[in-house]
C-alpha cells in the first residue's frame, strides 16, 4: 500500500480525535473528509474505519477519567459496598454511575440495532450532513441563549437520576439517527434543556461513549468479518493511535473551555460548515436525485 494512504489515516484520525467530542459531529466530518480525501480502499472497509477508529478516541476517555470509571479498588473508595472483605473494594457509587449509562444506552442501542443497515443507506452522504449541521447548529445557539442565566439543578454526576440519564439517552438517539448531528452536542445540548450543568452533561457524555461506541465498533467489525488484509490493519491501528492522541489534547481544552464560555460558538462554526458544503454540493451537481431523498428524509 502507498505512503499517500497511511498520511490519510493519519489526517483522518485527527479529524476524528477533534470532532469527536467538540458538538460539530465526528461522522458528519469524517463522511465530509471522505469525499475530498478519499482512501483507496474497499467501500466495506471504509464504512467500517470510520466507526471503528472512535475507539482511539474513546480508549483517550478510559485513560484521562480512569479513576471515575473503574468500580474497584480500596484506595479512596468513599462509598464502599462493605466496609470489611471484598465489599471494602467495590466502589457503589460508580457503579451507580455506569448503571445510569446503561440507561441512557438503551434507546440509541435499540434503534441502531434496527435501523444501522438502513441508516448507512439512506443518510450518510453529504447532503444529509450538511442538512444537520445547519438545522442543529441553529438549535444549539437557540438552546443557549434560552439556557443564559438558568440556575442548573443536577450539578454532578451522582445527582443525575435514572430518568434524566434516559432523556439524555432519547436526545443522543437523535444523533444516531441523523450523521451530522454529534452525539456529543446532542447529549449535551439536551442535558442542558433538562437543567444538567455543562460541566456534568459533558463528563457524562465522555462515560456515555465508552460503551455505545465499543458496541458501534464491535458492530461493525462483526459484519466486516475481522478479514483485514496486513496493510488494512495498520490503516485501522495508525488511525486508531493519532486520534486517541489528538483527543486527549481535545477532551482537556473541552473540559476547560466550557467552564467559561457557552456552546453558541460551535453552532455558528456547524451553521457555516453545513451552508458551505451544501453549497459546493447543489454547484458540483451532485447525485441530484439522492440530494432530494436525503433532505426529504431528514425534515
Known sequence: MELIEYIKAVILGIVEGITEWLPVSST??????DEFLQMNVSDDFKEMFNVVIQLGAIMAVVVLYWKQLFPFGKANNAHP???YGFGAYIKTDIFQMWFKVLVACIPAAVIGLLLDDWIDEHLYNPWTVSVA???FGIAF????KWNKGRTSKTNSI???TYKTA???GIFQLIAALFPGTSRSGATIVGALLIGVSRVTAAEFTFYLAVPVMFGASLLKLVKFGFAFTAPELI?????MAVAFVVSLVVIRFLMGYIKKHDFSVFGWYRIILGTFVLAYFIFSGWENDNAASAISALV
Open 28 to 33: 458528519g466530518h469524517m463522511i465530509l473528509v
Open 133 to 135: 449541521l445547519i438545522v
Open 235 to 239: 490503516l485501522l491501528l495508525l488511525g
Open 166 to 168: 434516559f432523556l439524555i
Open 158 to 160: 451522582d445527582e443525575l
Open 141 to 144: 445557539i437557540v438552546v443557549e
Open 81 to 83: 459496598f462493605r466496609p
